[in-house]
């Protein structure tokens, strides 16, 4: 029991030795003692809890206010790194704030540099999951796109930011912005959701609803669209024509329709989406539009990929081309020959252009004649069996 109280005593400092108490540790205050370990945990924080993390503690608050742009990007990178590279805090200079450390500008010593708020963040974040979100709402539709199309679908929201057609063409032009494989994406995600926005019985299939939605400020309201949750009455869709592309007659321009206002009549598709007050604005150019210019600037003859576009998800590609070789094999055993003499039309069809940035095996992955061909191995009336010939 001695032996045993003088070991307690040790602990908690009580022994006559004259050693001091140990102080308790605490979990938090070991986060803060080094920075670089308390940005790790800042990285893998929700956004909520660090901004109620900023507000309620003053060792929190001094030490992100010493580096402010670090744990930011931390943060975004770590959470959203896709969204981080594509939506740079740089461009959008409204969600930026003074660093709080008072660094100077590297251009302009008089003033103070600016840094990403958490303002910027909390965009970063929302916009990566709406994107993901798209994907897989377009995915329970039966709508599959490739895993790529999420980055695509960011760069897309990033040119919905440029309300300005010389500024979208530029970015367009940009091959280190819009690689031909988001160009590939991009038009396969048009051709998806004019899929979804059609009924495949008929055959009057329009765009416009794509059009209207894919020319919003903002790619919520398609998201939102997509689950569910938006456009879900006549009033509704008719009030989105009416601020997208509605010119009043002559002598009725004064009044409202449908509860909206007339100063809010086709602004959303003109440039600045019709913030200079009422003065004359040139039409903006939609993504379509852009991208079918663009297309044809750099010859990549996406025109001969439209079929495949719309049957990815619904094929497997491994599949077809497993009955492609067990075809050559059995045609090969007996006696071989041409397999174009059974299929003669393939000969006719433009081989698919080549995609710059796509795997190297897409040609053959995405072939079009593997297409039609495991489509006539199933359907076509005239194609020969060997063994039976």
Not at 133 to 142: L, N, S, T
Not at 187 to 204: E, G, H, I, V
Not at 283 to 304: I, N, P, T, V, Y
Not at 309 to 322: C, P, R, T, V
């Amino acid at each position: 029991m001695a032996g045993s109280s003088e070991a307690t005593g040790y602990a908690s400092g009580a022994s006559s030795s004259g050693r001091s108490e140990r102080p308790a540790f605490g979990i938090f205050q070991a986060l803060l003692a080094r920075a670089e370990v308390f940005i790790e945990f800042a990285a893998r924080v929700d956004v909520d809890s660090l901004v109620h993390l900023y507000a309620m503690s003053g060792q929190v608050r001094a030490l992100m206010n010493a580096r402010f742009s670090t744990v930011m990007l931390a943060v975004a990178e770590c959470q959203a790194p896709e969204s981080r590279r594509i939506f740079r805090f740089k461009v959008y200079r409204s969600l930026c704030m003074p660093d709080p450390a008072l660094r100077p500008h590297p251009r302009l010593p008089d003033e103070v540099r600016l840094v990403p708020s958490f303002r910027w963040l909390r965009m970063v974040l929302y916009r990566e999951h709406v994107a993901e979100d798209i994907v897989a709402a377009m995915a329970e539709r039966g709508h599959k796109m490739p895993a790529h199309a999420s980055a695509t679908i960011k760069l897309m929201w990033l040119m919905l930011d440029v309300p300005y057609n010389l500024q979208r063409i530029a970015l367009f032009h940009n091959e280190k912005l819009w690689t031909d494989r988001d160009l590939y994406m991009l038009t396969l995600f048009l051709l998806k959701l004019d899929m979804a926005f059609n009924d495949p019985m008929d055959t009057r299939a329009k765009r416009d609803l794509r059009r209207l939605l894919t020319g919003q400020p903002s790619l919520t309201l398609l998201w939102k669209t997509l689950r569910g949750t938006a456009l879900t009455s006549h009033i509704e869709l008719t009030q989105l024509y009416l601020r997208f592309s509605y010119r009043p007659r002559p002598g009725l321009a004064h009044l409202p329709v449908f509860g909206v206002p007339p100063p809010e009549f086709g602004i959303t598709c003109v440039e600045s989406y019709g913030r200079r007050n009422g003065q004359a604005e040139r039409f903006l150019l939609q993504m379509d539009d852009l991208l079918l210019r663009e297309a044809h600037r750099r010859q990549l003859g996406l025109k001969s990929q439209f079929l495949l576009m719309l049957a990815w998800g619904y094929l497997d590609w491994d599949e077809i081309e497993l009955r492609e070789r067990e075809r050559d094999r059995r045609l090969a055993a007996h006696g071989g020959g041409d397999p174009n003499d059974i299929y003669p039309w393939e000969t006719e069809l433009p081989s698919p252009a080549p995609l710059r940035g796509l795997h190297p095996t897409a040609n053959e992955t995405f072939g079009l004649n593997m297409l039609l061909r495991a489509i006539a191995t199933e359907t076509a009336p005239d194609a020969v069996d060997p063994e039976t010939a």
